[in-house]
């Protein structure tokens, strides 16, 4: 492609060579892979073969994320642990969950949603730091874009957890949107700290400034930590080594100093969660989540949490927010 005959700039024109390398790459592992093998194929689907195709690659859904991808090289910075919004549907979704396991109205939830994403304070940090640390090696894009950390936000606003235990960083942005949380409910009278572990130096960076005091970023493995960690965590987050085995062994660290009322997270849809809740007689869900006006659809969360019949609450070491009922308050309480 000549930018002259195609009238693009320089930049786009760099991009779309490297865009179609990628395609290229993708062509040639098609043909290794169907290379020598026999397609038992009769001539009537043969035929259809071009229709089908076609309609493959005309389709909507891939037509608008091979650009949305496109797009995304120009508007973001990101080259790891992608961040994106939610779409409405999904971001309602998520309320309702959370609703279920905070054991509050889904308007009590929604509102701790536009908490965070209104926060101008809270989106200036993030926009500073985009700045300041511009060569890193890390870069970050400068708005913030929740995903399913709205979720962790609000049920950390909701419960009130004096610790909050989170696996895996990068940057930090479920970091600071955590400390976020417990800054506010500091400020409310209901003291709590974060503890985020990771194996790589240079993680957990948005975690700073006046949400520092709020959380301490350890870099160690997070089995190492777990094995000598003594206080009581009221919620785990999972999203460091997704091996099964890496997380069943975190479980396994970590359930001595979870109560009945802890609630756990994994950022992955491939988890031993569901089995260390049937194991715990906790519930169990599983939250996808989908992505607004993005390429990489996004990811599922698997979440285990007290079951209504048995949810005793933060209630037992702290009380509760008025107009606001702890994500564990038993069902006389809730009735």
Same mark, same amino acid.
């Given at each position: ?172 942005? #479920?970091?600071?949107?955590?400390? =976020?949380?417990?800054? !506010?409910?500091?400020? /409310? @009278?209901?003291?709590? +700290? ?103 659809? #996004?990811?599922?969360?698997?979440? =285990?949490?007290?079951? !209504?019949?048995?949810? /005793? @609450?933060?209630?037992? +070491? ?18």
């Amino acid at each position: 492609m000549s930018d002259q005959q195609q009238g693009v700039s320089p930049a786009f024109a760099s991009a779309f060579q490297t865009y179609q390398k990628c395609i290229s790459a993708i062509e040639k592992k098609i043909v290794e892979r169907f290379t020598g093998r026999a397609i038992p194929i009769s001539q009537e689907d043969y035929e259809m073969l071009p229709l089908r195709m076609e309609k493959v690659f005309r389709s909507l859904i891939l037509e608008k994320t091979l650009t949305k991808a496109f797009e995304w090289m120009f508007e973001s910075r990101e080259t790891s642990n992608w961040t994106y919004d939610l779409r409405e549907n999904s971001k309602a979704h998520l309320a309702s969950l959370i609703a279920h396991i905070g054991n509050v109205p889904i308007h009590t939830v929604e509102q701790y949603f536009a908490e965070i994403q209104n926060d101008l304070e809270f989106s200036e940090h993030i926009r500073t730091i985009s700045v300041t640390k511009r060569n890193n090696g890390n870069p970050t894009d400068p708005v913030p874009r929740f995903g399913r950390r709205l979720g962790w936000y609000a049920l950390a606003r909701i419960c009130k957890p004096k610790v909050i235990i989170e696996t895996g960083l990068d940057k930090g942005l #479920g970091s600071v949107t955590l400390a =976020a949380a417990l800054r !506010r409910n500091v400020s /409310e @009278g209901y003291p709590g +700290h974060y503890y985020g572990l990771d194996i790589h130096k240079n993680t957990g960076f948005l975690l700073s400034g006046a949400y520092a005091p709020y959380g301490t970023i350890v870099i160690q493995d997070s089995v190492e930590f777990l094995k000598t960690f003594k206080e009581q965590i009221d919620l785990l987050i999972l999203d460091g080594c997704h091996l099964p085995e890496h997380e069943e062994n975190e479980l396994a660290l970590a359930e001595p100093r979870l109560t009945p009322s802890s609630i756990i997270i994994s950022d992955t849809s491939q988890s031993p969660i569901l089995d260390f809740a049937k194991r715990t007689n906790r519930e169990f869900q599983l939250f996808i989540e989908k992505s607004q006006d993005y390429w990489h659809p #996004g990811v599922g969360n698997t979440i =285990a949490f007290p079951c !209504r019949t048995r949810r /005793e @609450g933060f209630e037992h +070491h702290r009380e509760v927010p008025r107009g606001v009922q702890s994500c564990c308050s038993s069902n006389s309480q809730k009735m």
